[in-house]
């Protein structure tokens, strides 16, 4: 059983351009969180997403975030005309359907992203 | 609102010593915790979590974590340190009773085990 994939594990875009981040959760998994990762800093929440559903976006910015789930195919988040402080690590985590409370998140590799 | 505090931004410790990470957690209902470890340059990989039950919680690598509610603590701790266990330590708590989905992490300490 493969765990959490993210793609690209690098990324690296000039100001203005749009960032596209995906990730593919463990098989069986429905639920997908996104975190953000500064250097030398925690985790920070961004958004929770189920299938076609976004269930808790109020860790994303206001502008120029966004996050997807769809029927098929991975959770995307979207980031468009970057700026450099949007560099930072990038994480995914998934966990089971059924109750999620206690459920453990299991997370990906990270996308690193650079902006030049 | 619910938040997590791990109070040293480093723990240094020798080989075959005893060792504690510390976290405290602030929520207004009942608290699932988490410990997580983060090796460079990778995902954060799962250790222990208290949801119920008995205090002292037993995880993967030799760890263990002991929940004391009166002081709000979730310590992180290993009875004989490896050089093999540095990396970046996160604590993290869910309010099961604000929805229970989010999860706040804290800050992270690093643990440095010299040979």
């Known amino acids: 059983n493969a765990g959490v994939m993210q793609n690209p594990r690098h990324l690296v875009r000039r100001r203005g351009q749009e960032a596209r981040l995906r990730c593919s959760p463990m098989k069986g998994h429905s639920h997908v969180y996104w975190y953000r990762q500064l250097p030398e800093e925690g985790l920070k929440f961004m958004v929770y997403?189920?299938?076609?559903?976004?269930?808790?976006e109020s860790g994303m910015p206001k502008e120029r975030f966004s996050a997807e789930f769809p029927k098929e195919g991975p959770s995307i988040l979207r980031i468009q005309q970057v700026v450099r402080g949007d560099s930072a690590a990038y994480f995914c985590?998934?966990?089971?359907?059924?109750?999620?409370?206690?459920?453990?998140?299991?997370f990906g590799p990270g996308t690193r992203l650079t902006v030049l | 609102a619910q938040s997590v505090a791990q109070p040293e931004d480093q723990v240094n410790v020798a080989e075959g010593n005893p060792l504690t990470v510390k976290c405290t957690y602030s929520v207004s209902g009942n608290p699932y915790l988490f410990w997580y470890v983060q090796y460079p340059n990778r995902g954060l990989q799962f250790l222990l979590k208290y949801i119920t039950g008995d205090n002292l919680v037993k995880g993967s690598y030799g760890f263990e974590a002991e929940f004391n509610k009166s002081q709000t603590s979730f310590h992180l701790k290993k009875p004989s340190a490896l050089v093999s266990d540095s990396a970046l330590y996160f604590c993290a708590v869910r309010d099961i009773s604000a929805g229970g989905f989010k999860t706040i992490f804290g800050a992270g300490t690093r643990l440095f085990v010299k040979a």
């Open positions: 997403l189920q299938k076609e559903n976004i269930i808790d």
């Open positions: 985590a998934s966990s089971p359907p059924g109750e999620f409370s206690s459920d453990t998140q299991y």
